[in-house]
């Protein structure tokens, strides 16, 4: 790869047109802000500059480029996120050398075996004897070929030697245990595990007869991580933007049924519990949760947890009532048409939850049980922190038990107090603002966002007398930049060069820098900024003369200490001198 294709692939493609693919973006100025797909936070710290092509996140620190944003949000190696993104751009990289391929990181040869395993998969349960039982249970459970084929469903079936078969093909046993030995499955109906991206990376395969365990799952691989995954998300991600809700469900099953019946925005976990790293990734797409989890003892148990974490994250959740139903794959067996009305009754999550504990206590006339009733919800109206979301949830608690709403609140604050750090003080839980820069780096600042104007006070630059290590190296660089008299006329083209001389430990900074500038003129005129950059050059030109009294002043004291008189007089004059001149 050339770096002139990777210059090429960033200025056809659109830096807030990807990252709007994966968050919801809102304009903030100049700019777009959005909560970061990084990190757990419940207000917007990530800024992406249209003008620029860069973004930075102000809570986890993380930014960078188009490339950089790919690589963290997708988990690929640079040379994966390139080829994604010229894919998009419709540009054609050169062919790598050999050395280039053999370093290249593995992941592509494990999607390789998961994908010819499924392909095998799904070819005995279509196509040969050994997968028509397991066939024909799919088939009862309402599930067409056409969803199959879909979701890449297959059959693994019993003493059939799956490892030959992938060696003969040129895989090695290596490459096969890497991958996380799909060899083991036997007398399993195998539903692959996609990414987001659509790449195959792991196996959940249901025992078709008796045995345990009823469902076994790939093991972690250097592609499946269960607490990240998200089976059916490769398919729904669209329908969560435009129906602005996800259906949350417990198994393959379930997700495939919702689907094939033409509700794309379900998901399920990947053979884990939904952990919050899964609800932070849905709460990119939708900030809405319709939970649809098992009609049992089990699954109204994960409900709780579920709002529990949602209730943290500050996202909204809603609880499917399946009523004689086991779950969703068995309502669209038995009644299809039972599905709209269930959704439309579905209850508010805590307000489910404070039904349950109603039941759970009995009659209300006595105050014992409405104590019983409360005490249970205090934990789980604790942990929010959203005020008006605490309003509502204390009157519907209120009224639901008969007492008054001062009760409950004054109840909930005692069990969510802030936390204490040691000093005995509240502890400050906002998030950190963006730092205010020194003089000289708002300087810097603006003269990597407006080059072609410092070029025009190169002598002004050139007198500045830098105040740290850090200014001194990225002036150093900004000066040899200066002298491309095309790439000064590219405030984007230069800002990426910038950050690419001066390495990655700088970056970070660089791309603050540059936030700031936006975030104080949105609309940065060239007119504005010769007034500004005359501002600070002046402000820089006081400084350096404040420093050089200082440094005279200091002189003069340590010439005193030492008797020299002869020193101190000389001295004297220059502070003088540079007293009467004034710089």
């Given at each position: 790869m050339s770096s002139n294709e990777i210059e090429e692939v960033k200025?056809?493609?659109?830096?807030?047109?990807?990252?709007?693919?994966?968050?919801?973006?809102?304009?903030?100025?100049?700019?777009?802000?959005?909560?970061?797909?990084?990190?757990?936070?419940?207000?917007?710290?990530?800024?992406?500059?249209?003008?620029?092509?860069?973004?930075?996140?102000?809570?986890?620190?993380?930014?960078?480029?188009?490339?950089?944003?790919v690589m963290q949000v997708e988990h690929l190696e640079f040379g994966d996120a390139l080829r994604m993104l010229a894919q998009k751009a419709g540009v054609t990289l050169q062919s790598r050398t050999r050395s280039e391929y053999q370093t290249q990181d593995s992941k592509s040869s494990l999607y390789q075996i998961n994908r010819a395993c499924a392909k095998v998969f799904q070819t005995i349960l279509l196509e040969r004897d050994a997968g028509k039982a397991a066939l024909e249970y799919l088939r009862k459970r309402g599930i067409?070929?056409?969803?199959?084929?879909?979701?890449?469903?297959?059959?693994?079936?019993?003493?059939?030697?799956?490892?030959?078969?992938?060696?003969?093909?040129?895989?090695?046993?290596?490459?096969?245990?890497?991958?996380?030995?799909?060899?083991?499955?036997?007398?399993?109906?195998?539903?692959?595990?996609?990414?987001?991206?659509?790449?195959?990376?792991?196996?959940?395969?249901?025992?078709?007869?008796?045995?345990?365990?009823?469902?076994?799952?790939?093991?972690?691989?250097?592609?499946?991580?269960?607490?990240?995954?998200?089976?059916?998300?490769?398919?729904?991600?669209?329908?969560?933007?435009?129906?602005?809700?996800v259906i949350l469900v417990e198994g393959q099953m379930d997700v495939v049924a919702l689907h094939q019946a033409g509700v794309t925005n379900?998901?399920?976990?990947?053979?884990?519990?939904?952990?919050?790293?899964q609800l932070v990734t849905l709460s990119k797409y939708t900030p809405n949760f319709l939970l649809a989890f098992d009609n049992d003892t089990a699954g109204k148990a994960t409900t709780k947890k579920v709002i529990e974490m949602l209730l943290r994250l500050d996202l909204n959740s809603k609880v499917i009532d399946f009523g004689k139903y086991k779950d969703a794959g068995e309502l669209f067996e038995k009644d299809k048409a039972a599905w709209a009305p269930i959704v439309k009754e579905a209850s508010e999550g805590v307000e489910w939850w404070i039904a349950g504990e109603i039941?759970?206590?009995?009659?209300?006339?006595?105050?014992?049980?409405?104590?019983?009733?409360?005490?249970?919800?205090?934990?789980?109206?604790?942990?929010?922190?959203?005020?008006?979301?605490?309003?509502?949830?204390?009157?519907?608690?209120a009224l639901a038990v008969g007492v008054k709403t001062d009760s409950v609140y004054e109840s909930v604050k005692k069990v969510s107090q802030p936390p204490v750090n040691n000093l005995g003080t509240k502890t400050d839980t906002q998030k950190p603002k963006v730092a205010l820069l020194t003089n000289e780096e708002q300087f810097l600042a603006l003269a990597i966002a407006k080059p072609a104007l410092i070029v025009e006070r190169k002598?002004?630059?050139?007198?500045?007398?830098?105040?740290?290590?850090?200014?001194?190296?990225?002036?150093?660089?900004?000066?040899k930049l200066y002298t491309d008299t095309t790439l000064v006329k590219s405030p984007t083209q230069f800002l990426s060069k910038v950050k690419n001389t001066l390495g990655p430990d700088l970056e970070?900074?660089?791309?603050?820098?540059?936030?700031?500038?936006?975030?104080?003129?949105?609309?940065?005129?060239?007119?504005?900024?010769?007034?500004?950059?005359?501002?600070?050059?002046?402000?820089?030109?006081?400084?350096?003369?404040?420093?050089?009294?200082?440094?005279l002043a200091r002189a003069i004291k340590r010439a005193q200490v030492a008797g020299d008189i002869n020193e101190v007089k000389k001295l004297m004059s220059q502070l003088s001198d540079l007293t009467a001149k004034g710089v």
């Amino acid at each position: 790869m050339s770096s002139n294709e990777i210059e090429e692939v960033k200025q056809r493609l659109d830096l807030v047109e990807l990252v709007g693919q994966y968050v919801t973006l809102k304009k903030a100025g100049s700019n777009y802000k959005a909560q970061c797909p990084f990190h757990q936070e419940k207000t917007a710290s990530l800024m992406v500059s249209p003008e620029k092509q860069i973004w930075k996140c102000f809570g986890c620190s993380l930014g960078g480029d188009i490339y950089k944003f790919v690589m963290q949000v997708e988990h690929l190696e640079f040379g994966d996120a390139l080829r994604m993104l010229a894919q998009k751009a419709g540009v054609t990289l050169q062919s790598r050398t050999r050395s280039e391929y053999q370093t290249q990181d593995s992941k592509s040869s494990l999607y390789q075996i998961n994908r010819a395993c499924a392909k095998v998969f799904q070819t005995i349960l279509l196509e040969r004897d050994a997968g028509k039982a397991a066939l024909e249970y799919l088939r009862k459970r309402g599930i067409k070929v056409e969803t199959i084929k879909q979701f890449a469903i297959g059959y693994a079936p019993k003493n059939f030697d799956l490892k030959s078969l992938l060696l003969k093909h040129g895989f090695t046993a290596n490459d096969l245990a890497k991958a996380g030995s799909p060899e083991r499955f036997f007398d399993r109906i195998m539903f692959p595990i996609f990414d987001v991206l659509s790449n195959p990376v792991g196996f959940t395969g249901r025992i078709l007869g008796e045995g345990e365990p009823k469902y076994l799952n790939s093991p972690e691989t250097p592609i499946f991580n269960k607490s990240r995954v998200l089976y059916g998300l490769n398919l729904a991600k669209a329908a969560l933007k435009e129906k602005n809700y996800v259906i949350l469900v417990e198994g393959q099953m379930d997700v495939v049924a919702l689907h094939q019946a033409g509700v794309t925005n379900a998901v399920a976990s990947s053979g884990t519990a939904i952990t919050e790293t899964q609800l932070v990734t849905l709460s990119k797409y939708t900030p809405n949760f319709l939970l649809a989890f098992d009609n049992d003892t089990a699954g109204k148990a994960t409900t709780k947890k579920v709002i529990e974490m949602l209730l943290r994250l500050d996202l909204n959740s809603k609880v499917i009532d399946f009523g004689k139903y086991k779950d969703a794959g068995e309502l669209f067996e038995k009644d299809k048409a039972a599905w709209a009305p269930i959704v439309k009754e579905a209850s508010e999550g805590v307000e489910w939850w404070i039904a349950g504990e109603i039941a759970v206590a009995g009659q209300l006339d006595f105050i014992e049980n409405k104590k019983k009733v409360i005490k249970a919800m205090l934990p789980i109206l604790g942990l929010i922190t959203d005020p008006t979301r605490l309003d509502h949830y204390a009157q519907r608690l209120a009224l639901a038990v008969g007492v008054k709403t001062d009760s409950v609140y004054e109840s909930v604050k005692k069990v969510s107090q802030p936390p204490v750090n040691n000093l005995g003080t509240k502890t400050d839980t906002q998030k950190p603002k963006v730092a205010l820069l020194t003089n000289e780096e708002q300087f810097l600042a603006l003269a990597i966002a407006k080059p072609a104007l410092i070029v025009e006070r190169k002598k002004d630059f050139d007198e500045v007398i830098w105040q740290s290590v850090e200014t001194v190296t990225i002036a150093e660089s900004l000066k040899k930049l200066y002298t491309d008299t095309t790439l000064v006329k590219s405030p984007t083209q230069f800002l990426s060069k910038v950050k690419n001389t001066l390495g990655p430990d700088l970056e970070g900074k660089i791309d603050s820098w540059q936030f700031w500038v936006s975030q104080e003129w949105p609309e940065l005129t060239d007119e504005t900024a010769k007034g500004l950059i005359d501002e600070k050059i002046s402000r820089l030109a006081t400084g350096r003369y404040d420093l050089k009294k200082e440094n005279l002043a200091r002189a003069i004291k340590r010439a005193q200490v030492a008797g020299d008189i002869n020193e101190v007089k000389k001295l004297m004059s220059q502070l003088s001198d540079l007293t009467a001149k004034g710089v």
